[in-house]
């Protein structure tokens, strides 16, 4: 039966539960077919690089062309969603990423990859667009952020197997084998995916509705008139662009002089990410029992230890600081994304986790690019120092619109 609202008064999953369980595990193979893939030729970059014959920030470009894809779909995959509901908008878009993730290493031809790997991005925004909406509307409120927080690691393990199978499987044979091992993977992660996640209880789609409500424009004016949101926008903007550019030239520069390191070793250092792993649902349970500002400000503050770390020029202290770095970015990532749709209220959930994620990879496609300019025009140095100005932005903003009205916990 229709309905004029998009909310449903049901009982929220709580932690204990099957229900919460399937919910949780099922987001966590979402995650991990749309970052496995998103960023497995991040591994691989040196390689294709040298393959192709082009210089590293235009190899990086096949991760920013994929974000890119995502910053530009995620508002149009807010609306599908409304639409359609929840769970059959990422389902449509995980299968449909997952085919052109097959096919994108099928090119020698950069332009033909990067145009493939713009529609994979478009076809993975699915995903980031959606889950945390669907998230927030089917989990009881009380343990939104830790859910979250868990949401959030489970795209870390996401990010972090695609990198290191593209890695080790291109390092073998070629960057084309590593990245199409990482689809197969993320194939049967969406099976996985569609099979655990429990149906919508929380949401009414449109189709299904006696009364429509605001029209797209609207919901996207009202989260664009809060100045928290921008607050929040701006957090995943320039820290997600700090965190991909240092992933994408790392490699680069652990391969060079004074560390020398084989490629194979550079591509073990992605288990960093497993900081991730640990720090997001660790700060959404602290977030929960403390608030999330502060957890926020201490993410960030550990974020840009990590960075001044990265500047020493010995292995381990680098190695200390990306695991610091990782994981302040990873907790910061959680709280800001986990509280947008809080913040943004029922009505407008979908458009406001929209715009966050159109913020983080907007960041992340123009950062991911334009750092390498500086990392190979001034270096590591240079490069370092503007990831830090950009992390002490983030902070500052947060500081200035979130520290006053810490919204329910």
Do not use: K
């Amino acid at each position: 039966m229709g309905t004029g609202s998009s909310a449903v008064t049901v009982a929220g999953h709580i932690p204990g539960t099957s229900s919460y369980r399937r919910l949780i595990v099922g987001l966590f193979f979402a995650g991990v077919a749309t970052f496995a893939q998103l960023y497995s030729p991040q591994a691989v970059l040196p390689q294709l690089s040298r393959g192709l014959g082009i210089d590293p920030a235009t190899a990086a470009v096949a991760v920013s062309a994929a974000t890119l894809g995502i910053a530009v779909a995620v508002i149009p995959w807010s609306i599908v969603a409304d639409r359609l509901g929840r769970v059959s908008a990422m389902t449509i878009g995980v299968f449909s990423a997952t085919v052109l993730g097959i096919l994108a290493p099928l090119s020698d031809d950069i332009l033909v990859l990067l145009s493939l790997r713009l529609l994979e991005g478009a076809a993975l925004g699915s995903v980031p667009a959606v889950a945390l909406a669907y998230l927030s509307e089917e989990v009881d409120a009380r343990y939104a952020a830790t859910a979250a927080g868990s949401y959030i690691a489970g795209t870390t393990v996401g990010g972090l197997s695609g990198r290191i199978v593209s890695g080790l499987v291109g390092e073998v044979a070629e960057w084309r084998w590593g990245i199409w091992a990482v689809a197969g993977m993320c194939a049967a992660s969406a099976v996985l995916f569609v099979w655990l996640t429990p149906r919508a209880r929380g949401f009414v789609p449109l189709r299904e509705r006696a009364h429509r409500g605001p029209g797209i424009a609207q919901r996207l004016w009202r989260p664009l008139r809060s100045v928290r949101l921008w607050a929040l926008y701006l957090q995943g903007f320039l820290l997600m662009g700090g965190f991909v550019a240092v992933y994408n030239y790392l490699g680069f520069h652990l391969s060079a002089a004074p560390f020398d390191l084989p490629g194979w070793l550079v591509t073990l250092l992605f288990l960093a990410y497993l900081a991730g792993t640990v720090s997001s649902p660790w700060a959404g349970m602290l977030a929960s029992r403390i608030g999330r500002f502060p957890v926020l400000l201490g993410s960030v503050g550990v974020m840009t230890a990590g960075a001044l770390l990265m500047a020493v020029p010995q292995t381990v202290v680098v190695l200390i600081g990306l695991l610091m770095f990782t994981a302040g970015f990873f907790g910061a990532h959680a709280i800001a994304s986990g509280w947008t749709p809080v913040v943004a209220g029922p009505a407008v959930r979908a458009q406001a986790s929209s715009l966050y994620y159109f913020a983080y990879y907007g960041g992340s496609s123009l950062f991911g690019w334009a750092l390498g300019l500086v990392f190979g025009g001034a270096g590591w140095g240079a490069f370092i120092a503007v990831v830090v100005a950009m992390c002490a932005a983030s902070a500052l903003a947060a500081a200035s619109a979130l520290g006053r009205v810490e919204p329910t916990r």
